[in-house]
């Protein structure tokens, strides 16, 4: 079965240092998804993409993050200024076809840690 | 604000027993529900989603929606111990322009004792 992979699996990166989370989503997918989950807490959506362009973003997906289809492939998590609080579990999505109400597929994440 | 409220938990059910799992959620105008199993450090592995009222069922797993009540259920039925995980409710709400910006709840963690 298909899925989305990311890399790397765990990054640790000192404050203020800017990092770049990889996400290859499901090939024949058209919507793609940031989230992240701090440790214990829920998951938070940060951003969608579709169409080579951010359609919905969260008010956590600030001028510090952005995002990046770079070759059709890739989907990129840019955090540039990394901050203490943005150490968490990020998670890529990708959904197909199957409609805005179709389920999304999620990858195993990027643990970050900043230190 | 959207929110989706689940019992942190734990459940503990025994083995072979029923387990129901609740999620109650704030925005009336909600269209689709989805049941995500999370083991610990891992990611949201979907279970099961439901759009419209009443029930669906895919297995041991039956997922209830009522919209008018905005409650939205899940319930395992002959629980297992791979069923011990995290489980998570998530929402998608109501006017976002595309694809699935959902709210997670909390999720409710359940221990299945053999």
């Known amino acids: 079965e298909p899925e989305v992979t990311q890399t790397p699996s765990h990054q640790v990166t000192q404050m203020g240092q800017e990092v770049i989370l990889r996400c290859v989503p499901i090939s024949n997918h058209l919507y793609f998804y940031w989230y992240r989950q701090i440790l214990g807490q829920k998951v938070e959506f940060l951003v969608s993409f579709y169409n080579n362009e951010i359609s919905e973003k969260s008010e956590i997906f600030d001028d510090q993050f952005s995002v990046e289809r770079p070759d059709g492939s890739n989907f990129t998590l840019k955090i540039r200024s990394t901050k203490l609080e943005d150490s968490a579990m990020y998670f890529c999505?990708?959904?197909?076809?199957?409609?805005?109400?179709?389920?999304?597929?999620f990858g195993n994440g990027t643990r970050l840690t900043v230190t | 604000q959207k929110e989706v409220e689940q019992n942190s938990g734990p459940l503990s059910v025994p083995e072979g027993a029923i387990a129901s799992l609740n999620c109650t959620y704030s925005?009336?105008?909600?269209?689709?529900f989805f049941w995500y199993r999370q083991y610990s450090g891992k990611s949201p592995e979907l279970i099961m989603f439901?759009?419209?009222?009443g029930d669906k069922e895919d297995g041991r797993f039956t997922a209830q929606l009522n919209k008018a009540s905005q409650y939205v259920s899940l319930l395992i039925r002959d629980s297992q111990p791979s069923d011990s995980a995290t489980y998570l409710c998530?929402?998608?709400?109501?006017?976002?322009?595309?694809?699935?910006?959902?709210?997670f709840g909390g999720g409710t963690r359940l221990m299945v004792k053999p």
């Open positions: 998530a929402v998608n709400p109501f006017g976002s322009n595309a694809g699935n910006m959902l709210t």
């Open positions: 999505a990708s959904q197909g076809r199957g409609g805005l109400n179709s389920p999304l597929h």
């Open positions: 925005d009336r105008g909600s269209q689709s």
């Open positions: 439901i759009y419209s009222n």
